[in-house]
């Protein structure tokens, strides 16, 4: 069974307005998430991050949420701009183990396509 | 400029045929993987490397083969490829074996198809 799922294959928004996708993740021990961008033909670049301490973090338009005793993640986008339309994916890694920063596992991605 | 190149880009070939991806980065990082992406199963790890001669199994390492002789190549072997290898291929790099998933870079991806 899937540890790590993005239940929203799809998502659609207009320019301007704020784009919402969730995560959630069933593993205690996960430490560290983290969400991916990928366009069409290219690699998944990296977007923005939090650690198990933290319930937010911030980075221009984009703001990550963690909420532990829900095993959920969120990532807000606002404004949304067209230029955000893409696969977002998010990945867990767990806590400690000398490869545990890199063992990322990755939800099924979420298409978003944000409207002029 | 920085960056993780693979080779080829798209691949068709036939079943038992042996192929082998390559990967390079230029970036002098300790860390490779090999990761697939499937429908709705997102990234998948196959195989991972935390430097040169150190190579382990990922998630899904059934079929791979994988082998580190220098810091920045990292070739993906597929002995007997078969139709479930189908699949889009991705080579990543990180600076520090024991870093955090944000320093991963990732290859543009390898389309193979087996028929």
């Known amino acids: 069974d899937q540890q790590v799922k993005q239940n929203s294959p799809s998502l659609s928004v207009q320019e301007g307005r704020i784009s919402i996708l969730n995560c959630d993740y069933t593993?205690?021990?996960?430490?560290?998430f983290l969400w991916y961008k990928k366009y069409p033909a290219e690699g998944p670049t990296f977007l923005i991050s939090?650690?198990?301490?933290?319930d937010k973090n911030e980075d221009g338009r984009f703001t990550v949420f963690l909420n532990k005793s829900a095993k959920h993640l969120s990532l807000h986008i606002v404004p949304s701009q067209p230029g955000d339309s893409a696969v977002y994916f998010c990945?867990?890694?767990?806590?400690?183990?000398?490869?545990?920063?890199?063992?990322?596992?990755f939800g099924g991605g979420t298409r978003l396509m944000v409207k002029p | 400029e920085a960056q993780v190149t693979q080779n080829p880009r798209y691949l068709i070939t036939v079943t038992g045929k042996k192929l082998t991806v390559t990967c390079s980065q230029n970036?002098?990082?300790?860390?490779m993987s090999w990761y697939r992406q499937d429908p709705g199963l997102g990234l998948r790890q196959i195989y991972y490397?935390?430097?040169?001669?150190?190579?382990d199994k990922g998630d899904v390492p059934e079929g791979y083969k994988v082998s580190r002789k220098e810091k920045r190549n990292f070739p993906l072997i597929l002995e007997s490829p078969s139709p479930n290898q189908t699949s889009l291929y991705f080579c990543?790099?990180?600076?520090?074996?024991?870093?955090?998933?944000?320093?991963?870079?990732f290859g543009p991806g390898t389309r193979l198809t087996v028929l």
């Open positions: 490397s935390m430097n040169v001669e150190v190579t």
């Open positions: 990543a790099s990180s600076l520090w074996a024991r870093g955090q998933g944000d320093t991963q870079y």
């Open positions: 990945a867990v890694a767990p806590r400690g183990g000398r490869n545990a920063g890199n063992m990322l596992t």
């Open positions: 593993n205690s021990m996960f430490d560290y």
């Open positions: 939090i650690s198990s301490i933290k």
């Open positions: 970036m002098n990082h300790e860390y």
